[in-house]
């Protein structure tokens, strides 16, 4: 989903024009980062938190094609950690399926094997042994 897509299902959603839900999406957004950016969290319960994640500085390689040691500036991102009814949420479907008890499948007959037209051949001790693992 697209910033458009977004904005038009928020819209249709809160029964509001596309301009106004862009500017509120748009205030919220902002809200988050100078917050994020001033060392504060911004939580919403029951979807999740957003707080700033320093990285410190390090030696890395900036290609893969270039093999001498760069050193990587330290700098500062945005985490997201999802609240636990927001996994739950998520995960739903799948905690469903697991929770259902399985039903046997049945067995299906194996299918035919056509008859070849060469002359058959006498059983050897390696054929026998494959018969027997089938």
């Known amino acids: 989903m697209n910033k458009s897509e977004l904005v ?3 819209a249709s959603k809160a029964d ?3 301009r106004s839900a862009e500017r509120v999406l748009g205030a919220y957004f902002e809200t988050v980062q100078s917050a ?3 060392g504060d969290r911004v ?7 957003f707080r700033a994640v320093s990285r410190s500085a390090r030696m890395g390689r900036t290609s893969p094609t270039d093999p001498t040691p760069k050193r990587i500036a330290a700098s ?4 997201f950690t999802p609240s636990t009814s927001l996994k739950e949420f998520m995960n739903a479907k799948g905690r469903a ?10 067995k299906k ?7 070849s037209k060469a ?5 050897t001790k390696a054929t026998k042994k494959r018969a027997t693992k089938r």
């Open 8 to 10: 038009e299902a928020v």
């Open 16 to 18: 509001v024009d596309k």
């Open 36 to 38: 994020a950016k001033g």
């Open 43 to 49: 939580a919403w319960p029951g979807f999740g938190s």
């Open 76 to 79: 500062t991102g945005i985490k």
């Open 97 to 106: 399926k697991a929770a259902a008890p399985k039903k046997a499948a049945p």
């Open 109 to 115: 007959a194996a299918p035919k094997k056509a008859a």
């Open 119 to 123: 002359p058959a051949r006498k059983a």
